[in-house]
């Protein structure tokens, strides 16, 4: 090697110097993982409602005690599967003892139904727990024959099952009392039809502009008959009803 060059390398004691400082480093972080320095002593829980934020809380309470340098996001996500109605969107290790954990809960929007069984989803399509044979709730059905249905918390894989669910999940966001007057929601042939609980059908063909189609339908069924056979919205600019 040229000896102008010899003057730009480290010298030994340097090269001793730099990995005894990275040994220590690496013995300091060891060491906080392993102790109470930074141990979790507050979990707090924003974005949900108070019921949803305590049930966060409850299945968080295990990390208490634990190093901050140990808590990440699969750590909080293995504690948060028992609540499929729940997702994680971001979290904070705000040192030395504190975690902060933003959560969104699913809502639910709909009851899908197969003969006898019953399952309650979300805006998502997300199933969330299984019900009884004969629910109370008042949220639409979704009939389905024989779709398959995953397990609590996986999504709906059957689009019979999953279009019905997005369209009304679109419906609560857009128009929530107008969601309220559904009564049913199916896929017939690719297209979306809402059964209102008057027995009027709203077919809203591919359902690509719901706020508008839902707002063009809540004119319409202001000038016909209560119980009208239907509203044709699939084409809102050009509305169609049959009383």
Known sequence: MPLPLLRFLPSGRSLLVGFGLIGLAVACYLGARDTSLFAARQIEVTGARPLVVDRVEEALASLEGKSLLTVDGSAIGRRLEGLPDVRLVTYDRAFPHTVRVTVSAERPVAILRRRTESWLVSERGRI?????????????????????????????????????????????????????????????????????????????????????????????????????????VSVPERPVALE
Request: net charge neutral; charged share 25%; proline share 6%.
């Open 128 to 232: 969330l727990r299984k019900l009884g044979e004969h629910p109370s709730s008042r949220l639409p059905r979704i009939w389905t024959a024989s779709a398959a249905v995953p397990g609590d918390g996986a999504l709906l894989s059957d689009e019979d099952a999953l279009r019905p669910a997005l369209v009304l999940g679109r419906a609560l966001s857009a128009d929530v009392g107008f969601f309220s007057l559904v009564r049913e929601a199916r896929a017939v042939d690719g297209e979306l039809v809402l059964v209102l609980r008057s027995g009027t059908e709203l077919r809203m063909g591919a359902a690509e502009d719901i706020p508008l189609q839902l707002a063009v339908a809540r004119r319409i069924l202001r000038l016909v008959t209560p119980g009208a056979r239907y509203v044709d």
